[in-house]
């Protein structure tokens, strides 16, 4: 019998260690560099040319006046007082919300309908008033708003009875008008009281805000 030759092992092939592919990483030439620095100033630039009315108020002969220079003069002439009132908005605002007072829109336009009839019988309009005072019809809702909240907050103070009208009229010796009658002079004269009432209670109830509040000035005008 013929031996079956066993096939002869060969030695496995011994693995090449792993190639690596490097990347070369060529550095940005000059002019490229170059380029993008111009556009970015460019852009810059562009920015600034558009909203240059946020840094600079005017140009006098090509020399600017920057809009701080405005402010710090401003802030000057009136900035306590500017300061001061917003601080009285905000001690307002935040007491009111904390008492949940509401004013409808309704009562809002009511009371401006009477202003409005007011001027109108003094020959003007009320967009020239506001024009006059220098303000929008939006900040005028905004003041009766909160007067009226203030109203809802203080009617038990600023209440006015029949007997402090009889007493005003027989002191200040009064007469109503022609052609007005005496119930609608008391009507006049009950509002005019209350009115008084209420910018005393007021003023007393803002003040009271202010001396309860902790208030921290970092400015000294």
Same mark, same amino acid.
């Given at each position: ?21 490097v990347l070369k990483v060529r550095k940005p030439k ?56 917003? =601080? *009285? ?6 007491? &009111? ?5 509401? /004013?409808?829109?309704? !009562? #809002? @336009? ?33 003041? =009766? *708003? ?6 809802? &907050? ?5 209440? /006015?009875?029949?007997? !402090? #009208? @009889? ?12 052609d007005m009658k005496i119930e609608d002079f008391k ?35």
């Open positions: 019998m013929k031996k079956i030759q066993e096939p002869e092992s060969k030695p496995l092939p011994i693995a090449s260690e792993p190639k690596y592919i000059r002019l490229v560099i170059a380029v993008m620095v111009a556009i970015l100033l460019t852009i810059i630039l562009t920015v600034l040319f558009f909203a240059k009315g946020l840094f600079i108020a005017a140009t006098l002969n090509g020399s600017p006046i920057s809009r701080l220079s405005v402010i710090k003069d401003l802030e000057k002439q009136g900035g306590k007082q500017t300061l001061e009132g917003i =601080i *009285t908005q905000k001690l307002i605002d935040t007491e &009111l919300a904390k008492q949940n007072i509401t /004013v409808t829109k309704e !009562e #809002v @336009d009511e009371q401006i309908k009477q202003i409005e009839a007011q001027v109108t019988s003094q020959g003007g309009t009320l967009k020239e008033a506001l024009a006059q005072q220098n303000m929008t019809e939006d900040k005028l809702r905004e003041q =009766i *708003t909160i007067q009226k909240k203030l109203e809802k &907050l203080l009617a038990d103070k600023v209440a /006015v009875s029949e007997t !402090e #009208v @009889d007493a005003y009229i027989k002191e200040s010796k009064s007469t109503p008008p022609k009507k006049q004269i009950s509002g005019q009281l209350k009115q008084q009432k209420f910018q005393k209670e007021a003023q007393k109830w803002v003040t009271d805000l202010k001396t309860n509040a902790k208030i921290n000035y970092y400015v000294n005008y």
